[in-house]
T-cell receptor
């Protein structure tokens, strides 16, 4: 256990469905991240939240919508996804703001998403 | 090309040493990391090295950094079957991690 918990672990959804992925961390960190891991591609950073504000959005399609209601919880809302969105979605958290320190990121186990 | 590059596959015998290589492109990266991902699991931090270091040893793991060539390697001594996993190299830039595609390490008995 890394202190970062993701639910569900597996999700199958149709292209017209709406679903949400949840991430929770109890490490006292102030930054949370969503990553996408597809086969044969590097890990892709999707969203960064620092102090509950989104600080980066790497041109992710609008069918992915993040939400960070507080520093311990992060959601990824999914709507009208495509089959190519099938991937492992990883959540991570870290303590940001101390430039000289090692900002180690702790990862959850991921949600395996299949879009049919 | 990719920012962080790794070979995709490495096969070794149990008891041998494994060396996984990585190249990165941003000389301003402050920290470089090695993560391990076992099947069905998330990423687990194995070790990291600060950019002003050349080498770091942690039990069976040795990290070598050649900053001039932007080359990072992870050596696993006495590799065990439990070391079979995907190993990701990552660099820290502006508080964001950039990962390579990962190297699948297969350890045979």
């Amino acid at each position: 256990e890394t202190g970062v918990t993701q639910t569900p672990r597996h999700l199958v959804m149709g292209m017209t469905n709406k679903k949400s992925l949840k991430c929770e961390q109890h490490l006292g960190h102030n930054a949370m991240y969503w990553y996408k891991q597809s086969a044969k591609k590097p890990l892709e950073l999707m969203f960064v939240y620092s102090l509950e504000e989104r600080v980066e959005n790497n041109s992710v399609p609008s069918r992915f919508s993040p939400e960070c209601p507080n520093s311990s919880h992060l959601f990824l809302h999914l709507h009208t996804l495509q089959p190519e969105d099938s991937a492992l979605y990883l959540c991570a958290s870290s303590q940001e703001g101390v430039q000289s320190a090692n900002t180690e990121a702790f990862f959850g186990q991921g949600t395996r998403l299949t879009v049919v | 090309g990719e920012d962080v590059e790794q070979s995709l596959f490495l096969s070794v015998r149990e008891g041998d040493s494994s060396v996984i290589n990585c190249t990165y492109t941003d000389s301003s990266s402050t920290y470089l990391y090695w993560y391990k991902q076992e099947p069905g699991a998330g990423l687990q931090l194995l070790t990291y090295i600060f950019s002003n270091m050349d080498m770091k040893q942690d039990q069976r793991l040795t990290v070598l950094l050649n900053k001039k060539d932007k080359h990072l390697s992870l050596r696993i001594a006495d590799t065990q079957t439990g070391d079979s996993a995907i190993y990701f190299c990552a660099e820290m830039r502006y508080s964001t991690l950039t990962f390579g595609k990962g190297t699948m390490l297969l350890v045979s008995p």
